[in-house]
């Protein structure tokens, strides 16, 4: 279905995991700023950040050929994605 509107798996899958640990750095970030610390916050920040500095890397060096995901994995990280995102929109609002 991607392949046929000029959408690269490969992008879409890292870009994706790259969304999903930003959502977990700004939120560690954004309970630093308000002054809610302890080990919860700190390990999300980190595991944010790392996740989306490994996503952008491999996204970028990583080959589109060689990609090897399967339909579920690939689905299950996108609607995951727009939940988490959908998530934090809503609780903002």
């Known amino acids: ?15 994706c995991l790259a969304i999903y640990g930003l ?7 954004i309970d630093l700023h308000a002054g809610r610390t302890g080990v919860p916050v700190l390990v999300s920040g980190v595991a944010g950040v790392g996740m989306f500095l490994a996503a952008v890397y491999e996204g970028w060096t990583g080959s589109a050929a060689e990609f090897a995901v399967g339909d579920l994995a690939f689905w299950a990280v996108v609607v995951g994605v727009v939940a988490v995102v959908g998530g934090h929109v ?4």
């Not at 279905?1 to 870009?15: E, I, S």
């Not at 809503?90 to 609002?93: D, R, S």
């Open 90 to 93: 809503l609780e903002v609002v």
């Open 1 to 15: 279905m991607l392949a046929t509107t000029g959408v690269n798996r490969h992008n879409v899958f890292y870009g």
């Open 23 to 29: 959502t977990f750095g700004i939120g560690a970030a």
